[in-house]
């Protein structure tokens, strides 16, 4: 368990298809993540869940994002593990809508990136959003990522972020100046 300050990261559990069946098979959802919504049965999906969940790989690590009250509001990977370029590709999806804007997706964000920061020896993390996708890149910036480049791909346009660890290790020592500075003596 990983906890940040609004949501907890947990590993993946078969009890979490249900949601993220209804997630990926959401017409909103696919779009905003440039895929088409998922087209199979539930007890298709099942089964390949399952099987995902039984064997891990080491290119990729999912969680599950959980509220305080242990509700579970979507998922977040790291993915395209390279340890000879030192870096990893992010993504997340807060699936349930009435999270939304309300600070659960950066603080996912940056939950995530402290513990691979922390975890690994990873230097740099990325990520990529549609460029139409301002509530993502806000949420990515308010997590210290920054735009580099674009990307065109399938038809899409992305917006490629990035944050390198010695940017996360500036914004840890801000965090904790400000922590000192508003404690009373
Ligand atoms: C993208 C996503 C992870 C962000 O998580 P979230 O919890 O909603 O985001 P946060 O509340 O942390 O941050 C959103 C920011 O965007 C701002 N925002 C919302 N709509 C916006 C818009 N149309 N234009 C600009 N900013 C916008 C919010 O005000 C907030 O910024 P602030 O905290 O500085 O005020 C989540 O909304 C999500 O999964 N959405 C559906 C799927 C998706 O977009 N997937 C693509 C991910 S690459």
Known sequence: MITGNKIKLRNRRLAD??????WQT???????????????TFSRYLSG?????RYSSSNRHSFAI????DEHIGNCVYYNINETKGQA??????????????G???D?????????????????????????????QRCFQNSGFTPYRYLARDGFRFVLMEIHRKQWQERQTGAERAQKQITPP
């Open 104 to 106: 659960y997706g950066a």
């Open 26 to 40: 959401d017409p909103e959802l696919a779009r905003l993540d440039a895929t088409p919504p998922l087209a199979t």
């Open 89 to 102: 590709e992010l993504g997340i999806m807060i699936g349930n809508r009435d999270y939304w804007d309300k």
């Open 108 to 136: 996912a964000v940056t939950t995530l990136v402290s513990y691979i920061f922390r975890q690994t020896n990873l230097k740099r993390i990325y990520l990529k959003t549609l460029d139409w996708n301002s509530r993502a």
């Open 17 to 22: 298809a249900q949601n993220d069946y209804t």
């Open 66 to 69: 959980e509220t305080m009250d």
């Open 49 to 53: 869940y399952a099987s995902e969940l």
